[in-house]
Nanobody
Framework: QVQLVESGGGLVQPGDSLRLSCTAS????????MAWFRQSPGKEREFVAA????????AYGDSVKGRFAISRDNAKNAVYLQMNSVKPDDTAIYYC???????????????????WGQGTQVTVSS
C-alpha cells in the first residue's frame, strides 16, 4: 500500500509560477512511475505529467508541454510539478498518482495507476 500526500496548491495570477509536491509513504524498489493528473469541474480527469523510475524520461500532456516540468527526489520519495506561465485553464484539482511496472504507453492513462493522493486545488485568476 502506498499513500500519497500532495501540497503546494493555492491561488495564483496568470503568468505566475507554482510548485506542487507529492510524497509517497512507502519506498518501492520495483519499477514504477509517479504522475500528476488534474480535473476541473465538469471535465474528465486529464493527464499532466509522469516520470518513471528507475529509468526513462518524463512524459507530458500536450496542454502543459513547455510550461510545466516534473522531477523527483528519490532520497525523499517525492515528485514535484513546477508550473510556469500558468493560465486560467490550468485551474483544477491536481492529483498525484503512483503506478507499478508501467510501460511507456501506459503512463498517460489513469487506469494504470493504483494509488492516488487526495488532491490539491490550484486556482489561476486575476
Amino acid at each position: 500500500q502506498v499513500q500519497l500526500v500532495e501540497s503546494g496548491g493555492g491561488l495564483v495570477q496568470p503568468g505566475d509560477s507554482l510548485r506542487l509536491s507529492c510524497t509517497a509513504s512507502a519506498r518501492n524498489s520495483d519499477r514504477h512511475a509517479m504522475a500528476w493528473f488534474r480535473q476541473s469541474p465538469g471535465k474528465e480527469r486529464e493527464f499532466v505529467a509522469a516520470i518513471p523510475w528507475p529509468t526513462g524520461y518524463p512524459a507530458y500532456g500536450d496542454s502543459v508541454k513547455g510550461r510545466f516540468a516534473i522531477s523527483r527526489d528519490n532520497a525523499k520519495n517525492a515528485v514535484y510539478l513546477q508550473m510556469n506561465s500558468v493560465k486560467p485553464d490550468d485551474t483544477a484539482i491536481y492529483y498525484c498518482a503512483y503506478g507499478l511496472r508501467l510501460i511507456r504507453s501506459s503512463l498517460y492513462s489513469e487506469e494504470h495507476y493504483a494509488y492516488w493522493g487526495q488532491g490539491t486545488q490550484v486556482t489561476v485568476s486575476s
